[in-house]
């Protein structure tokens, strides 16, 4: 092997310092360490992947009794408009999941569509990357963009800024055209406050805000439509008026007597 690679490397000296660094039980006890804590990370993350889908599995099984234990902490004459707000929310919240994943599954199926043409490599991979990346707010789409667009490099360098281009303008088309149209229809938040919303909850919060912003708005839209809105429109006469007239009545009433 020397002799074939010539001058360029010392094997032997290359092979005495890998011999050294292993002798050193420090240098072992680093590696060990090392390997134990990516093996307790992989392993904490595949633990709290199944332990959120069997929660989830176990939530879903069980709403409809939870809303109705609910129900029963509020007065009986207030728990059917409770419930129809409680169930508006739910639903929005649902609606806006199937958006989500709509928005998703139209950045997949164009990219597998753009990628094969342009020949990029594992088009159905790369196109299953974008689906995954885009069912995360604000970075997910960028996220999977440039991994996508790194990859083409082993193509081609023109193939990789192809792919850059295409992506730079899709990400354009989903923030401020595709989502605000598919979450109006999905959860009825115009798409100006979509925007709003996603930005103002990802600045917030993150990742996380970005996720919950738009239920959050669509869930304040439907308790300002069925509580204040209904509350203020039965107020057609000022408190203090209202109070006036019934001093003024019972004066009357005692009058007569």
Do not use: H, W
């Not at 990029?120 to 960028?142: D, E, H, K, N, Y």
């Amino acid at each position: 092997m020397q002799n074939t690679i010539g001058n360029t490397l010392d094997i032997d000296s290359a092979l005495n310092d890998a011999f050294s660094f292993l002798k050193d039980p420090n240098n072992l006890l680093n590696i060990g360490g090392g390997i134990v804590a990516v093996g307790a990370g992989v392993a904490s993350g595949i633990t709290g992947s199944i332990i959120v889908l069997i929660l989830t599995l176990y939530f879903l099984a069980s709403l409809r009794s939870m809303k109705a234990v609910t129900y029963r902490f509020l007065p009986a004459y207030r728990r059917e408009g409770f419930a129809q707000v409680l169930e508006e929310i739910t639903q929005a919240v649902g609606r806006y999941v199937v958006g989500q994943v709509g928005l998703a599954l139209v950045n997949g199926v164009l990219s597998f569509i753009f990628l094969s043409i342009i020949g990029a490599p594992f088009p159905p991979l790369l196109a299953l990357l974008a689906f995954i990346g885009s069912m995360i707010p604000l970075v997910g789409t960028l996220s999977a963009s440039i991994v996508n667009s790194a990859l083409c490099l082993f193509v081609s360098p023109v193939t990789a800024l192809i792919a850059i281009i295409y992506y730079l303008i899709y990400m354009q088309l989903e923030a401020y055209v595709l989502s605000p149209r598919i979450m109006n229809k999905a959860v009825a938040v115009p798409g100006a406050l979509v925007v709003i919303a996603a930005f103002g909850g990802g600045a917030l919060g993150g990742i996380l805000g970005a996720l919950v912003a738009i239920p959050v708005a669509a869930s304040i839209i439907i308790i300002v439509q069925k509580v204040v809105f209904p509350s203020q429109d039965s107020k057609v006469v000022p408190e203090n008026k209202l109070g006036d007239a019934e001093t003024a009545a019972v004066g009357t009433s005692a009058a007569a007597k």
